[in-house]
């Protein structure tokens, strides 16, 4: 299959995004006196990145070489893998959840900040670490968009269509706000987009709001930290050195760089004054390196794949290509212009990556792959535009 223009520009955009993190991930982890080993290279977060950069390019190359229509139920729900996907996650995510109570598999899953969100998968010499919720929120958007195009009519049915399919995304969504709220919410906001376009009516979507609050609000005030860091978004003043910390340092560190930055590898909110600077805030320290013009060209980047995610949508043709493509641009849109607006303090402190750019292996992997989906989606809708241009000759 040929490639086509868009689906060319989509991987040079996602490969740019990716080249600026792992650059970024590797001046944010330098360390003043630290010494690198090679032989542990896999415990170094900027090495790992060097690694997973290759690594996702070819994970997207072999993505965009499948057909995206086998992701759907026209051939039954057995022989579709979304569906294992799925259930992989959920048992992965109550497998998790379950050592909160009771923490039988120490060492395969560790408390990392106080919370179990991680499998330490070991691999000889190395451990290799897994985020179920990451696998999850993929899982689910696949899900719907292969459920919203095989039932378009029994969607549109309350309890036979709407509920089931509303009882799958609740169920995983209480299995991940438990350790990951911000995740969760995520999870829950992809989902009921996705249920829009997908055709559901506007009156069955709007009924489990209310029960959807109840529960988010109830996890929100039973968490001490999560309620301090929504005091110190509103009044930073009075918390700005303990849970309002991290966003003075962010806005520090962007303001600091100015308009074209200190310079590559230059900055000093790295070397312990920004907390999470690899991951979470990684932004933030292209801001002071890069300046405004550095955060314009990610952001730039950004709005390029969104305008070309949103042409893949409306040149296909296929139903499932639509909602599934449109699943895969809201997912990346989304949790980008959230990681930013936490990052420029425009929302509250929470953990959610910047796609392709923060260090972590497993949203890079699983993002990657989606794009790879996303990626043939346009070279299967130009295909078929070329096929209906074509008219073969009278006889």
């Known amino acids: 299959m040929r490639n086509n223009p868009v689906s060319d520009s989509v991987a040079m955009v996602i490969i740019l995004l990716m080249a600026i993190g792992t650059v970024f991930v590797f001046s944010a982890s330098a360390s003043i006196g630290q010494e690198i080993d090679l032989t542990k290279f896999y415990e170094y977060a ?64 560790p408390p990392i900040n106080r919370h179990y969100r991680w499998l330490k998968i070991p691999l000889g010499p190395i451990s290799v670490s897994f985020q179920p919720s990451e696998l999850a929120k993929w899982a689910v958007i696949f899900f719907l968009a292969a459920v919203c195009d095989k039932y378009r009519e029994g969607m549109r049915l309350y309890w036979r269509g709407f509920v ?11 299995l991940v706000i438990v350790e990951d709220f911000g995740t969760a919410v995520f999870i829950a906001l992809l989902a009921f987009l996705m249920l829009i376009i997908g055709g559901v009516k506007w009156w069955h979507i709007l009924t ?64 312990g004054h920004l907390p999470e600077d690899t991951t979470d805030f990684i932004f933030a320290i ?72 923060s260090a972590g292996g497993t949203s890079m992997l699983l993002s990657a792959a989606a794009v790879g989906v996303l990626i043939n989606i346009a070279r299967q809708s130009a295909a078929g535009e070329k096929d209906l241009q074509y008219e073969p000759p009278e006889s």
Do not use: H
């Open 208 to 271: 489990p709001l209310p029960f959807g609050a109840v529960a988010f609000s109830f996890m929100l005030i039973s968490s001490t930290s999560r309620m301090k860091r929504i005091a110190a978004f509103v009044n930073p003043e009075k918390w700005n050195d303990t849970a309002g910390y991290q966003a003075s340092q962010s806005l520090i560190a962007l303001g600091s760089g100015g308009l074209w930055g200190k310079g590559l590898g230059k900055g000093i909110c790295k070397y």
């Open 286 to 357: 292209i801001g002071e390196e890069l300046g405004f013009v550095g955060n314009a060209a990610v952001i730039l980047l950004f709005m390029m794949f969104v305008a070309l995610g949103i042409l893949i949508v409306i040149r296909c043709r296929d139903p499932f290509g639509r909602l599934l493509a449109g699943g895969i641009v809201l997912a990346i849109a989304i949790q980008a212009a959230l990681n930013i607006g936490v990052v420029t303090v425009v929302l509250p402190t929470k953990g959610i990556p910047l796609p392709f750019v």
């Open 164 to 174: 089931p399919v509303c009882a799958v995304v609740g169920l995983v969504v209480a």
């Open 46 to 109: 900027s090495l790992r990145q060097i690694l997973f950069f290759p690594l996702a390019c070819l994970i997207m190359y072999f993505f965009a070489c499948l057909d995206y229509r086998r992701l759907g139920l026209e051939r039954g729900w057995l022989k579709n893998p979304t569906i294992y996907f799925l259930i992989l996650s959920i048992l992965l995510l109550a497998l998790v959840l379950s050592q909160k109570v009771y923490p039988l598999l120490p060492r395969l899953i």
